[in-house]
């Protein structure tokens, strides 16, 4: 069973940014697609990026343009670089394995303990 922990979060004013990090378990990691998901309070948990073992990209239209998701498949780590942070960016972001493909995702059965994302001055 894979475990992610993600790390990075915080408080920022609109227009700033982060760089959240996600560290899986787990020797299969470059085998798999990995997304960020997002879920803020009252809402349903969104997938809006994801990237291929082999680093093809696809974002959300909410986020694209803006954010920026990578691999490091040497430390077993995935990244999302978010730029330009907008209120509504606020959230909990987790990371998942993703299963299925591009247009049909669905995520593995385990989920870390996500990580605060809060854009606000």
């Known amino acids: 069973q894979v475990q992610l922990v993600e790390s990075g979060g915080g408080l920022v004013q609109p227009g700033g940014s982060l760089r959240l990090s996600c560290a899986a378990s787990g020797s299969l990691f470059s085998l798999n697609a990995m997304g960020w998901y997002r879920q803020a309070p009252g809402k349903a948990r969104d997938l809006v990026a994801t990237?291929?073992?082999?680093?093809?990209?696809n974002y959300a239209d909410s986020v694209k343009g803006r954010f920026i998701i990578s691999r490091d498949n040497a430390k077993n780590t995935v990244y999302l670089q978010m730029n330009s942070l907008k209120p509504e960016d606020t959230a909990v972001y987790y990371c998942?394995?993703?299963?299925?493909?591009?247009?049909?995702?669905?995520?593995?059965?385990?989920w870390g303990q996500g990580t605060q994302v809060t854009v606000s001055s």
């Open positions: 998942n394995v993703l299963g299925g493909y591009r247009g049909n995702y669905y995520p593995g059965q385990s």
């Open positions: 990237i291929t073992s082999d680093g093809r990209t």
